[in-house]
Each structure stands twice: as structure tokens, then as C-alpha cells.
């Protein structure tokens, strides 16, 4: 069910857990009053301390908060389900509304605060040499709806969005190694958190704490199931 986005001045937390950059920021009224990051593989262990720091560099308690924004992937298996469940903890602690936002609409958003315009394609890496992609057309400020549903695209097939800006973690690195296809400007991510918690408070459809429990992995676990008997 459906929840009401804050009413301003919101205090919004904010988690991208999936990324191989995990962030927490904490918006007051769309401003970001605190911001931590942290790399993937230390985040487990640093995420609720990343909190609390943002909590307290802003004077707030999480029972000041009104709100809490999440990315739901895709992105990294692991980094996500510790971010939905803190998130569901902290909702089932606090009682606030919850926003759910996929992360490749945040990628798009997270380009055009950084001034991109026309073709956005948000992409996260899928390892094996694909990526995941979605892409969006964009005006100055305004991000629109995907222009198509995402998919998991090699490298190469990247070509077919051109021409277009491409923001994600390791485009640059693309760029550099000379395989990313012509007619694509790169953006490099930075973190993500305060740029989810300004567009949260903008979809209605993401305030809905049942996506808590559906991340979108856009690709099944590298796991073989048992046959049932």
C-alpha cells in the first residue's frame, strides 16, 4: 500500500547500499545537511555508524526523521539486502513512510543535477562484461520516464543509445580502456544517497514499504537450485 511522501521541511534519510560506493545522507527541506560514504566492501560493518554520524552532524535523533529513502538495485546481491533490511527496521522502529527507488532512475537524476542533458542512461555494472541499463530523456532539471524497460546489454550494444550520456560507477574506466562505444559521453558516478532523497519526495509511487522486501536484482542469482523430488 501506498504511502504519503513527508510533507516539507522533510527530514529525509537517505541509503544506497548497492553500490560500489555505499552512501547515507540526511536532506532537510531538499538540502543536504550531512553526507558519508564508504567503499561496498567495508559498508556491512560501517552502515548503521555512517547513520548515527549523519544524525548527529544535523542535531537530529531518528525520531526527528519523517522519512526514508532506499535504493532497491540492481546493484550488488549482498549490499542491497543489508539496506532493505536496516530500512525495514528502522521502519518498523520508527513508524515513518518509506521510499523505494530504483537505482538506475537515480543514476539518470544523479546526471542531470550535474548539468547532462538529452539521452541519460543510467547503467550498474553486471559483471561478466554486461551492464545493466536504462535510459531516459532529460531536459535541464527534469528527468523523464525510461525510454524503454532495463536491460542487460554488453558492452558493445551500449552503442545503440548513442547519442547519449552514460553515468554509472566505472564508465570512466571504460573510457579509459578504449570499449566504450562512440557517441557516448561518460559521466562517473559519486554518491548517490542525497541525490535519491531530492528526487524521492517527487514519485508517489515510490513511497510504498512493501518494495522493502522486492530489490530488483535484474538477474537471478549465479546459484544452481536443487532439483525437487
Known amino acids: ?20 560506493v555505499v552512501s547515507v545522507a540526511l536532506t532537510l527541506d531538499g538540502k543536504t545537511a550531512a553526507e558519508r560514504s564508504v567503499e561496498q566492501a567495508r559498508s556491512s560493518v560501517a552502515l548503521l555508524e555512517l547513520i548515527d554520524e549523519c544524525l548527529r552532524e544535523a542535531g537530529l ?31 518498523a522502529a520508527l513508524a515513518i513512510p518509506v521510499a523505494v527507488l530504483p537505482s538506475l532512475e537515480v543514476l539518470a537524476a544523479h546526471a542531470i543535477e550535474r548539468a547532462a542533458t538529452g539521452t541519460i542512461v543510467g547503467v550498474v555494472d553486471a559483471l561478466r562484461g554486461e551492464w545493466f541499463a536504462s535510459a531516459f530523456r532529460a ?35 571504460l573510457a579509459d580502456r578504449g570499449v566504450l562505444p562512440g557517441g557516448l559521453e561518460v559521466l562517473e558516478a559519486s554518491p548517490l544517497a542525497a541525490t535519491a532523497a531530492r528526487l524521492a519526495c517527487n514519485r508517489q509511487e515510490w513511497w510504498d514499504a512493501a518494495l522493502l522486501t522486492q530489490p530488483l536484482y535484474l538477474r537471478e542469482p549465479a546459484v544452481t537450485l536443487p532439483n525437487p523430488r
Do not use: H, Q, W, Y
Not at 3 to 19: M, Q, V
Not at 159 to 172: D, L, M
Open 1 to 20: 500500500m501506498n504511502e504519503s511522501p513527508p510533507i516539507a521541511p522533510a527530514k529525509l534519510l537517505a541509503l544506497d547500499t548497492g553500490s560500489p
Open 61 to 91: 535523533s531518528p525520531r526527528d526523521l519523517n522519512g526514508i529513502a532506499v535504493l532497491r538495485g540492481p546493484g550488488s546481491f549482498t549490499g542491497l539486502r543489508v539496506g532493505l533490511a536496516t530500512v525495514l527496521g528502522l521502519r
Open 139 to 173: 531536459a535541464p532539471g527534469t528527468l523523464g520516464e525510461p525510454t524503454a524497460e532495463a536491460k542487460i546489454l554488453p558492452v558493445a550494444s551500449l552503442a545503440s543509445f548513442a547519442p547519449a550520456t552514460v553515468c554509472g560507477f566505472g564508465v570512466r574506466g
